[in-house]
């Protein structure tokens, strides 16, 4: 039987009085910023964790440094679970053993002789020194140091950050930051059909996948952990209501070992996405059934009675979930709430929407699975679809596919051809609600049986081995993945839903990646980070759903600008400045009866020579100088020269007036009496640049140079490079405040708060090129990021409009942040594709 149709809808939100409250909301900060992630752990979390490594874990706060975690929004709450932490050394103290032959059985002795003794430190340093005795090593340090082992460090602590805290800021909640709701068990076991104890939490581990219901109780299913020897498919459910936060064993591990088609059975590095009381999970992987003991090329690797089917998957499965009663709200939780129950048949059924795995070939379309053509809705198997071949160009996101139920009944147990997702992991998958389908863009992908340079080949490998040996590695093979695939299920019902390959409109598109993280909003979805051969990624991609067309965003909000890149405003609006505004030259004074001739230069009052009202003479007027500037003593200012303050030439020019000391660097002494002034400017516009200078027609003919304020602002001269002067980097212009290059993090979307947040991951500890040749050293990250979509620049100066972080300046203004004033008469056009402002500059005329 078939989960019943469903709607994707958004869950109700919470009551306004109480519990929704204006304060808590995060304010407008800038796209990327970084949050702090410290956070208070308990003692209960500390005795658990930092037993061995006291050190490094006692002033740990927060969740730290892990990958491959899980994190999920409920309502207004980021929950993290699990993920694995840096490799730690752990004492062990190896010993042989001896063996002994029991009826046919080999069986273990004993383990009580130690490998690294004395005498076998003495026998390695005589090899050096044949001369050396037992006191001339250190035997117990040589020991020790060898009894050091490192190990891998797996989570199954809960964190939660509400989003809806008391006091705010650009960085995050100002108190309550990270909260710990659970901390989690080490080194759990459960030793199935013994008396041993059995876990009450789920084993550590990382790779798997969670889902947060409109009850408020967290899923979490599969990864890999030490406890289930590779890869798991346990369920647990996490109580998140009331402050009630326990755990309750939903599926045991191996519950569905013998029954492959009740469960998606063991795996990681699945997406799994969710909404109401539906999650979907899509591909992963899991032990190759070739590995089992009865495969080999002879049969094929066809064999499933010890493995199921395995490898890299293409299975889709929905898993419908009973809600439990109770109120939902966390602040009116009532002691009757239903809890998690504890037969699993009573919580919810998983159900295949395509049954197992099948085999693939590349169509016409894109790649394609086969299926058995059925009508019958009381089949295991959903009713296949069949493509309408709809024009790939086409802006629409609608999936254009059609039930084909004539062919079905004319050709019953016959094949049918649709569209569907080859096997990956690694790949990033989100929820849709606004058009009610999922996303799935890339991951990996490789051979099965692997590639070998002395057996039969991939493919012959599979027909025998008798066959032909090969030993070329297909180049057509693509391992890391760049497809873009809807799953439409506005239908009501996820068993009926159908895939569509998106063939994006943009010439410049995401490189292949696995590992990555992809979420949803409005028309929007955003793409961040990722591997790729050698290479952790850093880069963030907008995909506009409706004109199917791909943006990396390079320009966020938080410049990290060079040294050189200043701001003249910050020094003549600073304390103890002398500077002062320029004012627009007075009109040019007349005669007062007709017919109103203009007045000599000496009649007028503010234009050069100038008369000192206070000695009758006229001053000797240098006019304004730039800084440092030279000048030459009796070379005055031109006849008609506007005189200060009446002397602007341009907006926002400032002087100041030139003081004893800076007259004698300009080339005064203290028997010339003059009058100059400096300007407090630093640069000057063009507004003449790439213009023709004939004189003719009211056009200039030399250039014209306008004195302004250096801004400190992107695209500005001296701010526009790298801030750090490296030069083995292939981007060498301005940077931003972003995450570094990772892969394995965990992202969510906060429509309520309208921010993306992204924790964690693995990555190098600065950034590298992106170099086939030379593998670098990798770190795990505990940096907590929040990317507010809407955000711009500089708030685009408040001369234009903001639009997923891209401005749209008003007239009269132009550059990334607006803060560049145009001339009138010049011309600018935004691209579609790039969302950048062009202009063509043609002012100087008039």
């Given at each position: 039987?078939?989960?019943?149709?469903?709607?994707?809808?958004?869950?109700?939100?919470?009551?306004?009085?109480?519990?929704?409250?204006?304060?808590?909301?995060i304010?407008?900060?800038?796209?990327?910023?970084?949050?702090?992630?410290?956070?208070?752990?308990?003692?209960?979390?500390?005795?658990?964790?930092?037993?061995?490594?006291?050190?490094?874990?006692?002033?740990?706060?927060?969740?730290?440094?892990?990958?491959?975690?899980?994190?999920?929004?409920?309502?207004?709450?980021?929950?993290?679970?699990?993920?694995?932490?840096?490799?730690?050394?752990?004492?062990?103290?190896?010993?042989?053993?001896?063996?002994?032959?029991?009826?046919?059985?080999?069986?273990?002795?004993?383990?009580?002789?130690?490998?690294?003794?004395?005498?076998?430190?003495l026998?390695?340093?005589?090899?050096?020194?044949?001369?050396?005795?037992?006191?001339?090593?250190?035997?117990?340090?040589?020991?020790?140091?060898?009894?050091?082992?490192?190990?891998?460090?797996?989570?199954?602590?809960?964190?939660?950050?509400?989003?809806?805290?008391?006091?705010?800021?650009?960085?995050?909640?100002?108190?309550?930051?990270w909260?710990?709701?659970?901390?989690?068990?080490?080194?759990?076991?459960?030793?199935?059909?013994?008396?041993?104890?059995?876990?009450?939490?789920?084993?550590?581990?990382y790779f798997?996948?969670?889902?947060?219901?409109?009850?408020?109780?967290?899923?979490?299913y599969?990864?890999?952990?030490?406890?289930?020897?590779?890869?798991?498919d346990?369920?647990?459910?996490?109580?998140?209501?009331?402050?009630?936060?326990?755990?309750?064993?939903?599926?045991?591990?191996?519950h569905?070992?013998?029954?492959?088609?009740?469960?998606?059975?063991?795996?990681?590095?699945?997406?799994?996405?969710?909404?109401?009381?539906?999650?979907?999970?899509?591909?992963?992987?899991?032990?190759?059934?070739?590995?089992?003991?009865?495969?080999?090329?002879?049969?094929?690797?066809?064999?499933?009675?010890?493995?199921?089917?395995?490898?890299?998957?293409?299975?889709?499965?929905?898993?419908?979930?009973?809600?439990?009663?109770?109120d939902?709200d966390p602040?009116?939780?009532?002691?009757?709430?239903?809890?998690?129950?504890?037969?699993?048949?009573?919580?919810?059924?998983?159900?295949?929407?395509?049954?197992?795995?099948?085999?693939?070939?590349?169509?016409?379309?894109?790649p394609?699975?086969?299926?058995?053509?059925?009508?019958n809705?009381?089949?295991?198997?959903?009713?296949?679809?069949?493509?309408?071949?709809?024009?790939?160009?086409?802006?629409?996101?609608?999936?254009?596919?059609?039930?084909?139920?004539?062919?079905?009944?004319?050709?019953?147990?016959?094949?049918?051809?649709?569209?569907?997702?080859?096997?990956?992991?690694?790949?990033?998958?989100?929820?849709?609600?606004?058009?009610?389908?999922?996303?799935?863009?890339?991951?990996?992908t490789?051979?099965?049986?692997?590639?070998?340079?002395?057996?039969?080949?991939?493919?012959?490998?599979?027909?025998?081995?008798?066959?032909?040996?090969?030993?070329?590695?297909?180049?057509?093979?693509?391992?890391?993945?760049?497809?873009?695939?809807?799953?439409?299920?506005?239908?009501?019902?996820?068993?009926?839903?159908?895939?569509?390959?998106?063939?994006?409109?943009?010439?410049?598109?995401?490189?292949?990646?696995?590992?990555?993280?992809?979420?949803?909003?409005?028309?929007?979805?955003?793409?961040?980070?990722?591997f790729?051969?050698?290479?952790?990624?850093?880069?963030?991609w907008?995909?506009?759903?409706?004109?199917?067309?791909?943006?990396?965003?390079?320009?966020?909000?938080?410049?990290?600008?060079?040294?050189?890149?200043?701001?003249?405003?910050?020094?003549?609006?600073?304390?103890?400045?002398?500077?002062?505004?320029?004012r627009?030259?007075?009109?040019?004074?007349?005669?007062?009866?007709?017919?109103?001739?203009?007045?000599?230069?000496?009649?007028?009052?503010?234009?050069?020579?100038?008369?000192?009202?206070?000695?009758?003479?006229?001053?000797?007027?240098?006019?304004?100088?730039?800084?440092?500037?030279?000048?030459?003593?009796?070379?005055?200012?031109?006849?008609?020269?506007?005189?200060?303050?009446?002397?602007?030439?341009?907006?926002?020019?400032?002087?100041?007036?030139?003081?004893?000391?800076?007259?004698?660097?300009?080339?005064?002494?203290?028997?010339?009496?003059?009058?100059?002034?400096?300007?407090?400017?630093?640069?000057?516009?063009?507004?003449?640049?790439?213009?023709?200078?004939?004189?003719?027609?009211?056009?200039?003919?030399?250039?014209?140079?306008?004195?302004?304020?250096?801004?400190?602002?992107?695209?500005?001269?001296?701010?526009?490079?790298?801030?750090?002067?490296?030069?083995?980097?292939?981007?060498?212009?301005?940077?931003?405040?972003?995450?570094?290059?990772?892969?394995?993090?965990?992202?969510?979307?906060?429509?309520?708060?309208?921010?993306?947040?992204?924790?964690?991951?693995?990555?190098?500890?600065?950034?590298?090129?992106?170099?086939?040749?030379?593998?670098?050293?990798?770190?795990?990250?505990?940096?907590?990021?929040?990317?507010?979509?809407?955000?711009?620049?500089?708030?685009?100066?408040?001369?234009?409009?903001?639009?997923?972080g891209?401005?749209?300046?008003?007239?009269?203004?132009?550059?990334m942040?607006?803060?560049?004033?145009?001339?009138?008469?010049?011309?600018?056009?935004?691209?579609?594709?790039?969302?950048?402002?062009?202009?063509?500059?043609?002012?100087?005329?008039g």
């Amino acid at each position: 039987m078939l989960p019943r149709p469903f709607a994707l809808n958004k869950r109700p939100p919470p009551c306004r009085s109480g519990f929704w409250r204006r304060v808590g909301h995060i304010p407008s900060a800038p796209a990327w910023q970084q949050w702090s992630s410290a956070g208070e752990a308990s003692a209960a979390w500390r005795s658990i964790w930092c037993a061995e490594e006291e050190d490094t874990c006692a002033s740990s706060n927060g969740p730290g440094e892990r990958f491959g975690h899980s994190l999920i929004l409920d309502t207004t709450r980021a929950v993290l679970f699990g993920g694995r932490s840096s490799d730690v050394f752990r004492v062990h103290e190896p010993t042989t053993f001896e063996v002994e032959d029991v009826n046919g059985s080999i069986n273990i002795k004993n383990y009580e002789k130690p490998v690294y003794d004395c005498k076998y430190w003495l026998r390695k340093e005589q090899f050096v020194n044949p001369n050396a005795t037992l006191a001339d090593i250190n035997c117990s340090e040589l020991t020790a140091s060898r009894s050091l082992t490192e190990t891998s460090t797996l989570w199954n602590d809960v964190w939660m950050y509400d989003l809806n805290c008391s006091q705010a800021s650009w960085v995050g909640c100002a108190q309550e930051e990270w909260q710990l709701l659970h901390p989690g068990a080490r080194d759990c076991k459960n030793y199935l059909g013994s008396a041993l104890e059995i876990c009450s939490v789920p084993s550590e581990r990382y790779f798997h996948g969670a889902a947060v219901f409109n009850d408020s109780t967290m899923l979490v299913y599969g990864g890999f952990s030490h406890r289930c020897e590779d890869y798991c498919d346990d369920m647990w459910s996490f109580q998140l209501r009331g402050g009630v936060y326990t755990w309750t064993e939903i599926h045991p591990l191996d519950h569905f070992r013998w029954s492959a088609h009740s469960s998606p059975g063991k795996r990681w590095k699945f997406s799994l996405v969710f909404e109401g009381n539906i999650m979907l999970l899509f591909g992963g992987m899991r032990l190759w059934h070739g590995f089992a003991s009865e495969n080999s090329a002879e049969n094929g690797w066809s064999g499933r009675a010890e493995l199921p089917t395995g490898g890299f998957m293409d299975d889709l499965w929905v898993f419908e979930k009973r809600l439990l009663n109770g109120d939902q709200d966390p602040e009116n939780y009532a002691s009757n709430v239903e809890q998690a129950p504890v037969d699993p048949r009573d919580i919810g059924r998983w159900f295949p929407v395509e049954g197992g795995s099948s085999v693939h070939f590349e169509g016409e379309e894109g790649p394609q699975r086969s299926g058995t053509c059925s009508t019958n809705q009381g089949d295991s198997f959903p009713t296949p679809w069949h493509s309408t071949g709809a024009d790939s160009a086409s802006p629409s996101v609608e999936v254009p596919f059609e039930l084909d139920r004539a062919s079905a009944e004319a050709r019953p147990g016959r094949l049918c051809d649709h569209f569907w997702p080859q096997a990956r992991a690694g790949h990033a998958a989100v929820l849709d609600t606004s058009i009610g389908g999922m996303w799935l863009y890339g991951g990996y992908t490789t051979h099965y049986p692997y590639l070998s340079t002395n057996g039969a080949g991939s493919r012959a490998g599979v027909g025998g081995a008798s066959l032909t040996r090969d030993s070329r590695v297909p180049t057509s093979h693509q391992f890391y993945l760049d497809d873009l695939w809807l799953f439409n299920i506005s239908t009501g019902s996820p068993a009926q839903g159908r895939w569509r390959l998106i063939r994006p409109a943009s010439r410049a598109n995401p490189s292949p990646r696995m590992e990555h993280v992809l979420v949803a909003t409005g028309q929007i979805l955003i793409l961040h980070g990722g591997f790729y051969l050698n290479n952790h990624m850093s880069d963030t991609w907008l995909f506009n759903v409706t004109s199917k067309r791909w943006l990396e965003k390079r320009m966020f909000v938080s410049p990290k600008y060079p040294e050189n890149c200043t701001d003249d405003l910050d020094y003549i609006h600073g304390s103890g400045s002398d500077c002062f505004a320029l004012r627009w030259p007075k009109e040019l004074e007349r005669g007062a009866s007709p017919p109103y001739p203009i007045l000599a230069d000496l009649d007028q009052t503010w234009y050069t020579p100038f008369n000192d009202s206070a000695t009758g003479e006229v001053a000797r007027y240098y006019g304004i100088v730039d800084k440092g500037e030279r000048i030459t003593l009796g070379k005055l200012s031109p006849r008609g020269t506007p005189v200060v303050p009446h002397a602007k030439t341009g907006p926002q020019q400032y002087v100041r007036n030139a003081s004893l000391e800076t007259a004698f660097l300009l080339g005064l002494n203290d028997t010339h009496n003059a009058t100059v002034y400096e300007r407090c400017t630093s640069v000057q516009g063009q507004p003449t640049r790439n213009t023709l200078l004939d004189g003719k027609y009211g056009r200039a003919a030399t250039d014209i140079f306008v004195p302004q304020p250096r801004r400190r602002r992107p695209g500005w001269d001296g701010c526009r490079d790298r801030w750090d002067n490296r030069s083995d980097l292939p981007d060498q212009g301005l940077q931003w405040e972003r995450p570094s290059q990772r892969s394995a993090h965990a992202a969510v979307f906060s429509p309520i708060f309208d921010v993306m947040l992204v924790f964690g991951g693995r990555g190098p500890p600065r950034e590298e090129p992106s170099l086939n040749t030379n593998t670098p050293d990798t770190t795990i990250l505990s940096d907590f990021w929040q990317f507010a979509v809407h955000d711009c620049p500089n708030n685009c100066s408040n001369h234009g409009n903001c639009s997923y972080g891209y401005c749209t300046c008003d007239e009269g203004f132009y550059g990334m942040d607006c803060s560049n004033v145009s001339c009138p008469g010049d011309y600018c056009f935004y691209d579609e594709e790039t969302h950048q402002q062009v202009c063509q500059h043609c002012c100087s005329a008039g």
